[in-house]
């Protein structure tokens, strides 16, 4: 398939040059957007910590050691879960 019609003069892009074209700068544009999520990850910019704790700990220590981590990292999303006590 020709993406280009040449002369001796000049170069044009077919219908299918064009058509190749959008979906290399789609598919470029998505490498861009996947390493810079990559990046993110890597340099804990991005992600997600699930916590689980006893109601005493969620309540007493838990909320300023969050507060002091989401300060530092406001892209890692934090979940808190009460941990169930067994006998």
């Known amino acids: 398939m020709r ?3 040449r002369s001796t003069r000049r170069v ?3 219908t299918a040059g064009r058509e190749f074209v959008a979906v290399a700068e789609r598919m470029l544009n998505d490498l861009r957007i996947s390493i810079g999520s990559m990046r993110q990850i890597s340099e804990q910019q991005r992600g997600q910590i699930i916590i689980s704790s006893i109601m005493s700990v969620a309540n007493g220590l838990l909320p300023t050691i969050v507060a002091k981590y989401r300060a530092s990292r406001p892209g890692i999303e934090i979940i ?3 941990a169930e006590l067994r006998h």
Request: hydrophobic share 55%; net charge neutral.
């Open 3 to 5: 993406l280009f019609d």
């Open 80 to 82: 808190l879960r009460a």
């Open 12 to 14: 044009t892009i077919t």
